[in-house]
Structures are given as structure tokens and as C-alpha cells.
């Protein structure tokens, strides 16, 4: 059973940055496309970067492409979302979740296991 544990969330200024971590407890992650999708209060959870297996492919959101970038350490079971240029828009919980149907491409339509989530609160 993979489980997943994100950590790095806060609270930021807009124009700042932060960076998330998700590490995985089971070394089997290394063959998962892995994602970071956030959900805002009264939202739906959305897709928002998401990684291939391999660490080779990566997909963006329209609304965090080039200031948001995904990356993956297979060594150390982790994947980190680093954020910057922080917009009051982008506060939500942030899940990391790992699903091996889209491990190919890294673009997770759902996840086989999810994190508990952090939160990001950005202020203006």
C-alpha cells in the first residue's frame, strides 16, 4: 500500500514562493505518474502539474504554466511542486496523488492513492 505524505504548505505574501514535497512510503511509486491538484473552498479538486514515471514529461494547468514547475527525485520516492510568483488565487489544499494508468504521459485523470493534502494560503 503506497502512501503519500505532502508537507511544505503555508502561508505566503502574493508575489512569493513556496515549494511542496510528497513523498511516497513505498518504493513502487517510481513506476506512477504522479500529480499535484488543489481544491479551493466550494470548488472541485482540479488537476494542477502533473509528472511521468520516468520524470520525463510534465503537464501544466493554463493557470500555473511558467510559474509553477513539477519534478521528481525516484531516489528519494519524492516530487516537489516549487511555486513562485504566488497569486491570493492559488490558495487552496494542495494532494499529491499517484496513478500507474497515466504513468506514460502524466496526465492524471484521478489517482490511485492520495496524500492528506496541505494547505497554501496566499495573502494580498
Known amino acids: 500500500q503506497v502512501q503519500l505524505v505532502e508537507s511544505g504548505g503555508g502561508l505566503v505574501q502574493a508575489g512569493g514562493s513556496l515549494r511542496l514535497s510528497c513523498v511516497a512510503s513505498?518504493?513502487?511509486?517510481?513506476?506512477?505518474?504522479v500529480g499535484w491538484f488543489r481544491q479551493a473552498p466550494g470548488k472541485e479538486r482540479e488537476l494542477i502539474a502533473g509528472i511521468d514515471y520516468s520524470g520525463s514529461k510534465t503537464i501544466y494547468a493554463d493557470s500555473v504554466e511558467g510559474r509553477f514547475t513539477i519534478s521528481r527525485d525516484n531516489i528519494k520516492n519524492t516530487v516537489y511542486l516549487q511555486m513562485n510568483s504566488l497569486k491570493p488565487e492559488d490558495t487552496a489544499v494542495y494532494y499529491c496523488?499517484?496513478?500507474?494508468?497515466?504513468?506514460?504521459?502524466?496526465?492524471?485523470?484521478?489517482?490511485?492513492?492520495w496524500g492528506q493534502g496541505t494547505q497554501v494560503t496566499v495573502s494580498s
Open positions: 513505498d518504493l513502487s511509486v517510481s513506476t506512477y505518474a
Open positions: 496523488g499517484a496513478d500507474r494508468m497515466s504513468r506514460f504521459t502524466g496526465r492524471l485523470r484521478g489517482a490511485d492513492y
